[in-house]
């Protein structure tokens, strides 16, 4: 098939800037390379660091057993890059096509993918955030700074969080022999993500390998010694605690600041692209020369009813990455949807808990193999009479089947008799999600007073 | 060398642990732990690891084994 005059000088000797070097960036950056782009390539990235693995930070690295720096990302070929390392995009011209940077300069692109990525939401009071013992965990230099904390053998950890860092996190602190506390608003951990059910088991796990687990609380306050150390902390319930490392685990906030007046569809939520990484300008027209990929991307996907999703996992980066490239140097009736079926992994409490599907859009759950009592089972979840999701802890040889039963739209419950299906598995149960209406954490503001002058508002924590 | 293990299709057969324990290792019945830049001597081992995995999961520079060439931290125009 020919390629139209100007796809093909773009394809021979464009510029594609891809903003983001980290899993989502490197892979695009294979992909046009592969695919047989010869253009210049520039790659932007804030960290210093060239493309690194972010799952190990909050594993091997953070229990002491691999060095940080030994997270660096394999390549799958020279992709003959300019890397402009540690220095952070600030802002997008689309007119002109143009990305300005951190340190004064701006570069030209035909075709631009953004894959800035998340980061961790930070402690909201700033003050307090700066008390020496609290820490973040996303980045390499997270990792590096919280790993030397916890060598040195500080006397209790306080996790704020508990979602699937906070719990991994808190499991290596246990590991490590040191005493945890976790604090987690929602009513039992992972339950955000996994449904009341599951979080059960999750509360189980930290309970029997002594974590000081504190559910339906919220850290109201964290108070430093007169030398800006991390002293004490102070719950909702009224109780205190003393803690010289806090780790707030309250999940990420999308990059997207730097896109402010771009024109494109960018905000809190991420940026809005189609199922082929063309991202919405504000007006949801798809732009031509701008693509999105990896966390700070939200699609739309077919199998869970058109519905904008965020994913921030790791494979999504990898797959929604191969397919902008791909697209971004294809014509348009080779372009190709991303159709990625979700898929993440988390390893805490010596179990691994996989997930394949979208659970918290379930309404039940079944447990279809193994059982929830010995922490080892696969857990199926239906919304609206079909297979939606699967989960297992220590089962993942059976997520290939449930992948296969949710792209076939199966029906839920499951029809087909499952080979040890315990008794308490046998019917489907409520999937436990909290109300998505209600948030799981972040400050709570209240307004009390009547009068324009008396109204005050009270923003908790303060 | 540099690793990467797609845990998405890891399915804990420990294959890899068997064959290269100092690099990969089972932690807990199915969770699987590994150091993403073993020693270049860990080489032989480590794509032993990589032909034994009954899913394919591992991955280590340049498809066909070879170091790749790309220079990384050189800015525009150096």
Redesign the interface.
């Known amino acids: 098939m020919a390629l139209d005059g100007s796809l093909e000088r773009l394809r021979r000797e464009g510029h594609i800037v891809v903003v983001g070097a980290s899993l989502a960036g490197l892979r695009a950056a294979e992909t046009l390379r592969e695919e047989g782009f010869t253009g210049t390539l520039?790659l932007i990235g804030d960290e210093p660091y060239?493309p690194y693995?972010r799952?190990?930070l909050s594993?091997?690295v953070l229990?002491g057993?691999?060095p940080v720096?030994?997270?660096?990302?394999?390549?799958?070929?020279?992709?003959?890059?300019?890397?402009?390392?540690g220095v952070a995009a600030t802002g997008l011209d689309m007119a002109a096509k143009r990305v300005a940077l951190a340190d004064g300069?701006s570069?030209e692109y035909d075709r631009l993918l953004i894959a800035t990525g998340v980061r961790s939401r930070p402690w909201p009071n700033e003050l307090e955030a700066g008390l020496d013992g609290v820490f973040t965990l996303r980045t390499r230099d997270d990792a590096a700074r919280l790993v030397h904390r916890l060598r040195a053998g500080p006397r209790r950890v306080l996790v704020i969080g508990a979602g699937f860092t906070g719990s991994e996190i808190a499991s290596v602190c246990r590991e490590r022999e040191l005493p945890v506390t976790v604090a987690e608003r929602g009513p039992a951990p992972l339950v955000g993500a996994l449904g009341g059910v599951i979080g059960e088991v999750a509360a189980e796990l930290q309970h029997e390998h002594g974590v000081d687990l504190r559910c339906g609380v919220m850290v109201t306050g964290l108070e430093g010694d007169g030398a800006g150390r991390l002293r004490r902390a102070h719950f909702s319930d009224g109780d205190a605690l003393e803690a010289e490392v806090a780790v707030v685990a309250l999940g990420a906030t999308r990059n997207t600041e730097w896109l402010a007046g771009s024109g494109l569809a960018a905000g809190p939520r991420g940026i809005a692209c189609d199922a082929g990484c063309r991202a919405f300008d504000i007006r949801g027209i798809v732009a031509d020369d701008v693509f999105v990929a990896g966390d700070v991307a939200r699609s739309p996907h077919p199998l869970f009813g058109y519905q904008f999703l965020s994913l921030e996992h790791?494979?999504n980066a990898?797959a929604q990455a191969e397919v902008a490239a791909h697209n971004m140097i294809s014509p348009g009736e080779r372009r190709r949807p991303h159709l990625w079926t979700p898929?993440?992994?988390s390893?805490q409490f010596?179990?691994?808990i996989?997930s394949v599907g979208v659970p918290n859009m379930a309404d039940q759950v079944i447990v279809s193999q193994g059982s929830l009592g010995e922490h080892?089972f696969t857990a199926a979840y239906g919304y609206q009479g079909r297979v939606i999701a699967a989960v297992t802890f220590?089962?993942?040889?059976w997520l290939e089947f449930y992948q296969r039963q949710i792209e076939q739209a199966a029906p839920f419950p499951p029809p087909f008799t499952a080979v040890d299906r315990r008794p308490e598995g046998m019917r489907p149960v409520p999937a436990g999600f909290p109300d998505p209406s209600v948030p799981t954490h972040g400050p709570e503001v209240t307004v009390s007073g009547h009068s324009p002058t008396d109204q005050r508002v009270t923003f908790t924590p303060a | 060398?540099?690793?990467?293990v797609?845990?998405?299709r890891?399915?804990?057969y420990a294959q890899c642990a068997f064959l290269a324990p100092d690099v990969f290792?089972m932690?807990?019945?199915?969770?699987?732990?590994?150091?993403?830049?073993p020693d270049d001597t860990r080489r032989v081992d480590v794509l032993r690891a990589v032909a034994a995995c009954p899913v394919r999961a591992i991955?280590?520079?340049?498809?066909g084994g070879k170091r790749?060439?790309?220079?990384?931290?050189?800015?525009?125009?150096a």
């Open positions: 520039t060239e693995d799952p190990p594993k091997q229990l057993r691999v720096d030994h997270t660096a990302l394999p390549r799958r070929l020279a992709i003959d890059a300019r890397w402009r390392l300069t570069v790791w494979g990898v898929y993440f992994w390893a010596g179990v691994n996989k080892r220590d089962q993942a040889k | 060398m540099r690793v990467v797609d845990l998405n890891c399915q804990g290792a932690h807990g019945e199915e969770a699987l732990l590994y150091d993403a830049r991955a280590v520079e340049g498809a790749a060439a790309d220079r990384v931290g050189v800015p525009d125009g």
